[in-house]
């Protein structure tokens, strides 16, 4: 999500003459977009603000000035903070009031001192956005919803980026219709919490995100529909239906469960248990077979035991995830989770994150391979490093290389898998052979 504000916010400077620069110090106006979700992302923010300072510093304060700002998560929680250890900060607003930036420009010109813009505004600032561009790309982010009101435990979202709030339903299918007449061939819906999404409709009625996918692959020229981040406990049967009934919606579902432990769940107030969690995937495989799954794991949750760790260990083993992020519990302060007793040491940490990352690397290894040999549908939609290759993404968001005339870039062909790296998959091009596919 991250990625997809900073490029409204690009979108929103361009009619006031702001255009991306590759280099900080060319930039006129210099905004870090930050993330405030574990410790370590958010101390970045303060280092990187003390390598800013330098690089605004080289530049010539009357003829180049450079307003440096911080937006996103750390700005919301920590705005203050940041106002006193780096006050030659000019603007720092959260994910909230981004809309605002020209206006911000134009302020940081005739007042003096930091302009902090941390509320909630009662106004969208959806409403404020210029329409998404497909940028040459053939694949996007559209943001159907934000925010979220679960209050895991462990979890600052609630508290940075407020309560769940799903655009309405014609915004979404109006900038979807917008990508795709400029080339977009994939859409990857984005929440905080999508499959909270209840969009107003037209007539007075709402629309859940099942039935928003439906509507949205009516839309000619997109092929493929993509959704992130999904809360287990709030998957519906329409959601569960769309997988079975819409082509266009991709088999590949990111999950978070957590832990595979009852009891951590609990204490991590997460509203599912692993029962719950098994039949909901049993439930997706039964609507498309070949649905496949990644999630995210936390690691050392206070209270964790051993036992509660192998339970993870032991659900990994179970759903077979192809891909996954996993996370040592970094304690937040002003989550319930960072007062609880039974911190667990860094070091047992360190150790179950390496034990989990190794299980989880060898199962998405073990995916990667069973697809050599297969046909799949690759969309491709850049540039390889090497001349003459061209780069895809498989249905299940593997990356494939392969040798291909540039005329393919853009279109979904069906490829052959010839062999499995790591990280990606090698396919090979068989001309006329690989005709297009669309699904
Ligand atoms: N510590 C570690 N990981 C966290 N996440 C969220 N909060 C924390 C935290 N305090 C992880 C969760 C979530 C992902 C986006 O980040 O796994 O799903
Ligand atoms: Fe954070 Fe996701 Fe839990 Fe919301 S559902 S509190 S975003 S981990």
């Known amino acids: 999500m991250n990625v997809y504000d900073a490029e409204r916010m690009a979108d929103l400077l361009a009619p006031i003459g702001y255009q991306?620069?590759?280099?900080?110090?060319?930039a006129d106006l210099l905004i870090l977009n930050t993330c405030h979700i574990r410790a370590k992302a958010a101390e970045k923010v303060y280092s990187d603000l003390g390598r800013l300072r330098q690089i605004k510093a080289t530049r010539n304060t009357s003829t180049h000035p450079m307003i440096l700002a911080v937006a996103g998560c750390v700005a919301q929680a920590?705005?203050?903070?940041?106002?006193?250890?780096?006050?030659y900060v000019d603007m720092v607003f959260g994910p909230q009031t981004y809309h605002r930036l020209p206006e911000m420009v134009a302020r940081t010109h005739r007042e003096t001192g930091t302009i902090l813009e941390t509320d909630f505004p009662l106004e969208s600032k959806f409403d404020h956005l210029p329409k998404p561009k497909a940028r040459g790309r053939y694949s996007a982010f559209l943001t159907v919803q934000e925010g979220c009101d679960k209050f895991c435990t462990f979890c600052v979202?609630?508290?940075?980026?407020?309560?769940?709030?799903?655009?309405?339903?014609?915004?979404?299918?109006?900038d979807a219709r917008s990508l795709v007449a400029g080339g977009v061939r994939e859409i990857t819906l984005l929440g905080q919490n999508v499959n909270a999404y209840h969009g107003a409709t037209p007539h007075g009625t709402?629309?859940?995100?099942?039935?928003?996918?439906?509507?949205l692959a009516k839309i000619n020229g997109l092929h493929r529909i993509r959704y992130t981040?999904?809360?287990p406990a709030e998957v519906d049967d329409d959601l569960i239906e769309a997988h079975a009934t819409v082509p266009k919606l991709m088999p590949y579902l990111h999950l978070p469960v957590q832990s595979g432990s009852d009891?951590?769940?609990?204490?991590?107030?997460?509203?599912?248990?692993i029962k719950a969690y098994r039949s909901l995937v049993d439930q997706l495989r039964h609507a498309r077979s070949d649905m496949a799954f990644t999630s995210d794991f936390i690691v050392g949750f206070p209270g964790e035991s051993d036992a509660d760790f192998q339970s993870t260990l032991d659900l990994v083993d179970e759903i077979g995830f192809v891909g996954a992020y996993s996370?040592?519990?970094?304690?937040?302060?002003?989550t319930p989770a960072a007062a609880m007793p039974d911190q667990v040491p860094d070091k047992t940490k360190s150790d179950r994150l390496k034990t989990l990352q190794g299980k989880l690397t060898a199962s998405q290894a073990a995916f990667n391979s069973k697809t050599v040999g297969s046909k799949m549908p690759i969309l491709l939609d850049g540039y390889g490093r090497h001349p003459g290759q061209l780069v895809g993404r498989s249905p299940y968001m593997q990356a494939?290389?392969?040798?291909?005339?540039?005329?393919?870039?853009?279109?979904?062909?069906?490829?052959?898998?010839?062999?499995?790296?790591?990280n990606s998959l090698a396919a090979s091009y068989e001309g006329e052979n690989c005709r297009k596919a669309i699904t």
């Open 157 to 174: 979202v609630p508290y940075t980026r407020g309560a769940e709030n799903s655009r309405p339903t014609a915004d979404v299918i109006s």
């Open 400 to 422: 494939v290389h392969v040798s291909a005339p540039a005329e393919q870039l853009g279109n979904i062909v069906n490829l052959r898998i010839e062999a499995a790296h790591p």
């Open 78 to 87: 920590e705005g203050e903070e940041i106002l006193k250890r780096a006050p």
């Open 20 to 26: 991306t620069v590759e280099e900080a110090k060319d």
């Open 206 to 215: 709402e629309l859940g995100l099942g039935r928003l996918i439906t509507e």
């Open 263 to 273: 009891r951590i769940l609990q204490a991590m107030n997460r509203r599912h248990n």
């Open 327 to 334: 996370f040592k519990y970094s304690a937040r302060l002003g």
């Open 229 to 231: 981040t999904s809360y």
